[in-house]
């Protein structure tokens, strides 16, 4: 019987000792399944020790915590070490860091993928959507300031009749919106207080003009259209926190502005920036990016920008492909970019693509490389590479020549961000030829990398400096990657050999060579899906130790989800 109590006792002794580390739940695989019974609704972090985006998010995750439980709420936070408890990230699909996901009524077999900012207030305002009713009751004046003033953003629907179709069309509005608060009242001296004299909502925000009052028929969708045209400021700087909203949102036309905040004229341009933005609320989504920033520097590549071409102007449209534009002029005055964005919405400004040096992309490069009525010269170049660099300037005049050709492209195509089954790329810059015809030939340019000889090459139909592409070996990675082989050790590289070719062009040779007993991949702009929605996002995403085989690892960048 003795022995009974004791085991009784320590059995409810281990069940209650969940660490915690400031309010947060500290998980692993024995005690998860215990903490969902005690905490039916839980929000849980996979998260790595050594990632960038994790420990940016821990101070706001931890204050969300705190704030939580001040309430006193019954919604927890914890966190997963997914290094360590690699049974769990597998058995929740962890691919990417942080991944972060709510387990509701203490169900565990499909948690809700958690979809909002990354500050504090966010993850709040999201958990009390995802566990009370879409739309809070405010009694009174206090009610209501409350919710305005513990919000950056809040919508208040005024109703006299809860039950009227307005009233209804607005609840539905609230249950699909689950990063913004929603309020519903009739009280009479809440009315008075925001001088509301008739049934309407009213979106209330810490920023531009402060409130927004909707004029128009009360339906689901036009409400949703109203809050979504107006819940993000006129200009939004992009950072790691905003990202989400920038690119989980409806608005797929993004002008960008590239400015350094340390420059003297910064306020009177974004004074411009933001004057041309009131034009365009829900039709162009205007950002701003500090070209100062370390982490922007790979958006600037992707524009093929440099810091000290800043401040500069480009706009992008992100539906099934990326499509991008620049002004022809490089003044930033509210009318040049109104000017711009008007002639975008019109349609009556060219695609960048359409460029002497044409642009490939996973999607187009099957139809443009393998036209059996052109021949096609492309190189393969990756930004950091400095030999890249070096022979842009020449590749442009190469374009330039044979921009009028009714048979020759000349194109190019960054391959960290694209991956290509028919063509292997080992090292930067690779140059390939393809012919004209229905063969689906691929000749390699090994010829001088000048305009005399890419010419001679194209003119004599790739015979001039050409060579059949092959099967490549060891030898054919770039010198930079293939010095990094002592730093990663020999043994990693032929247990591995496959995936380091992949990760040598997703990487840079110095991050290879810093990396030294580990595989990395390498922070990068690249496009994504995004909750269903093509967008551009910084993915940060895992670090695999040695011991991890290439079976397990996949570095489908569809998959680069967490922002």
Same mark, same amino acid.
Not at 50 to 72: D, I, T, V
Not at 143 to 166: M, P, Q, T, Y
Not at 441 to 468: H, M, Q
Not at 530 to 551: D, E, K, R
């Given at each position: ?11 409810? =002794? ?16 024995? !005690? ?14 996979? /998260? ?40 769990? =990230?597998?058995? /929740? ?20 993928? /958690? ?36 919000? $950056? ?17 607005? =609840? ?12 519903? +009242? *009739?009280?009479?001296?809440? /009315? ?49 926190? +905003? ?7 409806? %608005?797929?036309?993004? %002008? ?74 490089? *003044? ?15 349609? $009556? ?29 492309? $190189? ?25 050709? =009714? ?10 961000? !694209?991956? #290509? ?66 730093? #990663? ?8 050999? *496959? ?8 990487? *840079? ?45 996949? %570095? ?8």
């Amino acid at each position: 019987m003795l022995k009974f109590l004791l085991l009784c006792t320590l059995a409810v =002794a281990s069940r209650a000792e969940i660490a915690e580390e400031e309010d947060v739940l500290v998980l692993k695989k024995s !005690n998860f399944d215990e903490a969902l019974k005690a905490h039916p609704n839980i929000l849980v972090e996979f /998260y790595a020790p050594w990632c960038g985006h994790c420990k940016a998010l821990a101070p706001e995750y931890a204050k969300a915590a705190g704030m939580l439980k001040a309430e006193g709420s019954a919604i927890r936070l914890a966190k997963v070490d997914a290094t360590e408890e690699t049974e769990l =990230a597998q058995e /929740y699909g962890v691919r990417g860091y942080p991944t972060i996901k709510f387990f509701k009524g203490g169900e565990k077999e499909s948690p809700k993928e /958690y979809s909002a900012g990354r500050q504090a207030d966010d993850i709040v305002s999201w958990l009390k959507k995802r566990t009370g009713p879409a739309v809070a009751t405010l009694a009174g004046v206090t009610e209501a300031e409350s919710l305005i003033a513990d919000n $950056e953003v809040a919508v208040i629907g005024f109703f006299k009749d809860a039950e009227s179709d307005g009233a209804k069309a607005y =609840a539905k509005a609230a249950e699909a919106i689950d990063d913004i608060p929603f309020g519903i +009242t *009739s009280d009479d001296a809440v /009315y008075s207080k925001f001088e509301i004299s008739k049934d309407g909502v009213v979106l209330f925000k810490k920023f531009d003009e402060g409130r927004n009052t909707f004029d128009g028929e009360l339906t689901k969708e036009k409400l949703l259209a109203f809050v979504k045209a107006n819940q993000l400021p006129l200009v939004i700087e992009f950072t790691e926190q +905003t990202a989400p909203k920038i690119f989980g949102g409806d %608005i797929k036309s993004h %002008i960008l502005m590239f400015l350094p905040k340390a420059a003297a004229d910064f306020q009177d341009k974004m004074e411009q920036f933001k004057k041309a933005a009131e034009g365009f609320k829900g039709r162009i989504l205007f950002i701003f990016i500090d070209s100062d920033v370390d982490d922007n520097q790979r958006i600037l590549e992707f524009f093929g920008l440099k810091k000290e071409e800043c401040p500069a102007i480009r706009l992008i449209t992100l539906e099934d492909e990326m499509t991008k534009y620049k002004p022809e002029s490089n *003044s930033i005055t509210a009318e040049s970019i109104t000017e711009f964005c008007t002639r975008f919405t019109e349609g $009556e400004t060219q695609d960048w693509e359409k460029t002497p040096v044409k642009v490939l992309v996973g999607k187009n490069f099957e139809e443009v490389a393998f036209d059996p009525s052109k021949n096609v010269f492309v $190189e393969f170049y990756a930004p950091w590479c400095g030999h890249c660099k070096q022979l842009a300037p020449i590749w442009e005049k190469l374009g330039e020549k044979y921009k009028d050709s =009714a048979d020759t492209i000349v194109a190019k195509m960054d391959s960290t961000a !694209n991956e #290509i089954e028919a063509v292997k790329v080992h090292s930067f810059p690779t140059l390939k030829f393809f012919p004209a015809g229905d063969e689906r030939k691929v000749i390699d340019y090994n010829g001088e990398r000048t305009l005399e000889g890419f010419t001679k090459f194209l003119e004599s139909g790739g015979k001039d400096g050409g060579a059949p592409a092959g099967d490549d070996d060891d030898d054919d990675l770039d010198s930079d990657v293939r010095s990094s082989q002592r730093f #990663i050790g020999r043994s990693t590289l032929q247990h591995n050999h *496959s995936l380091l070719r992949k990760l040598s062009l997703l990487c *840079s040779p110095s991050i290879l060579a810093v990396l030294g007993s580990v595989l990395t991949y390498s922070l990068s702009f690249v496009e994504c899906k995004f909750h269903q929605n093509v967008c551009m996002c910084s993915a940060l995403l895992c670090v695999l130790p040695q011991h991890h085989t290439q079976s397990n690892i996949n %570095i489908n960048t569809e998959e680069w989800a967490m922002c």
